[in-house]
């Protein structure tokens, strides 16, 4: 499980004159589960669409296996999954219709689509909701068929910009229960949230200020008996708004 699977090297994106990614130097290795957290509008989105090939950065560059986003960007969407912030399903299709559309879009084979059909809507509990139109499913089993959607092409890497917002507090554990199955299956998973319990479960995180790294690293050398997660995060803000305030 030591091998590293995705790799950035100064990676970094501005808009303009304004650098929304900054230098972002990380490494994360087969299996893990990187949480991505920084404040709205710390450059986290736009980190993940660098990533899958989606926008160019501006300068350094990134790898996914030997891929790099920069000229492999085709050929890195067929190796991951991508369940975007905002939800990229078709409404007036049926929960089973969106998965079947997203198994064309990857080319999965028609031989097997049934029973991977079947597979991934087990997996996903979407089995009971299949032939609901996606419009009138609740906002978890939305954020269910967006993330199987995701899956339904066998990626060895999965990003999920906010997988889990706004959903309530027993599906969110359902949804992390799946993650945590599938990352010790080899699935490797970088995640965004905003929600502190997730980030405890994960195994490395990464907290984004201004397009800054400022914190990096494995969650169990990251938190300490003196101060969790969220007290860590919340003295780095506050430290870097004082310098940022200093500079102005
Ligand atoms: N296409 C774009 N053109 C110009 N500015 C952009 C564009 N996309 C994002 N930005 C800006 O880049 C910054 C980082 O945005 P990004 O969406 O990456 O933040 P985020 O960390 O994902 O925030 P949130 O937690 O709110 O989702 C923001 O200031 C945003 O306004
Ligand atoms: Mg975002």
């Known amino acids: 499980m030591n091998e590293i699977i995705i790799k ?8 303009k004159e304004v650098t929304v990614v900054n230098n972002l130097n990380i490494e994360i290795k087969k299996g893990e589960i990187f949480g991505f957290l920084g404040p709205n509008g710390s450059g986290k989105s736009t980190t993940i669409k660098m990533l899958c090939g989606l926008i160019a950065p501006t300068s350094g560059n990134a790898w996914i296996h030997d891929l790099s986003i920069i000229n492999d960007g085709e050929e890195i969407r067929k190796e991951i999954g991508y369940m975007s912030q905002r939800f990229s399903l078709y409404d007036d299709l049926t929960a089973k219709q969106n998965l079947i559309f997203y198994s064309k879009l990857y080319k999965v084979n028609e031989d097997i689509l049934e029973s991977k059909l079947n597979q991934i809507m087990d997996l996903t509990q979407l089995t009971k909701e299949q ?8 906002g978890g089993y939305k954020q269910r068929l967006s993330f199987a959607c995701a899956l339904i092409h066998d990626p060895k890497i999965i990003f999920l910009d906010e997988p889990t917002a ?8 359902e949804i992390w229960d799946l993650f945590i199955e599938l990352a ?7 995640v965004t949230t905003h929600y502190m319990d997730e980030a405890e479960r994960c ?12 914190a ?33």
Do not use: C, M, W
């Open 216 to 248: 990096y690293g494995l969650k169990s050398d990251l938190a300490s008996s003196k101060e969790n997660l969220e007290g860590l995060f919340v003295r780095l803000t506050k430290e870097q708004t004082n310098l940022l305030a200093h500079n102005v």
């Open 131 to 138: 032939n609901k139109q996606a419009s009138k499913l609740s």
């Open 203 to 214: 195994t490395k995180l990464g907290y984004i200020f201004d397009g800054k790294l400022i």
């Open 184 to 190: 010790n299956k080899g699935l490797t998973l970088f």
């Open 8 to 15: 950035t090297e100064n990676l970094t994106k501005k808009f």
């Open 166 to 173: 706004g959903i309530d507090p027993v599906a969110r554990k």
